[in-house]
Nanobody
Framework: QVQLVESGGGLVQAGGSLRLSCAAS????????MAWYRQAPGKQRELVAT???????NYADSMKGRFTISRDNAKNTVYLQMNSLKPEDTAVYYC?????????WGQGTQVTVSS
């Protein structure tokens, strides 16, 4: 069984920073892509960023320059460093993992940015 455990969400003022983490544990092998998505109230879940096992990254346009995705392959962990946060970044953030024989979502972590 595979578990994806997220941490690092919280309440922050506009302009502040947060770092999210998502650790995969259990019977998981050959993780290819790790990604972050987010879902704001009343909106569809949207892609934030992806990172491959080789370190290639991709970002949604609105996050470029503010968010940085990274990963530690030895720890099966993906991170999202979020800087210059805006109230519109308020959402539940989910990690997603694509591995050999497994694709899954984390439980989500709430990020709230106050103005």
């Amino acid at each position: 069984q595979v578990q994806l455990v997220e941490s690092g969400g919280g309440l922050v003022q506009a302009g502040g920073s947060l770092r999210l983490s998502c650790a995969a544990s259990g019977s998981i092998f050959s993780i290819n892509v790790m990604a972050w998505y987010r879902q704001a109230p009343g909106k569809q879940r949207e892609l934030v960023a992806t990172i491959t096992s080789g370190g290639s990254t991709n970002y949604a346009d609105s996050m470029k320059g503010r968010f940085t995705i990274s990963r530690d392959n030895a720890k099966n962990t993906v991170y999202l460093q979020m800087n210059s946060l805006k109230p519109e970044d308020t959402a539940v953030y989910y990690c997603r993992v694509f591995a050999k024989g497994f694709t899954g979502w984390g439980q989500g972590t709430q990020v709230t940015v106050s103005s």
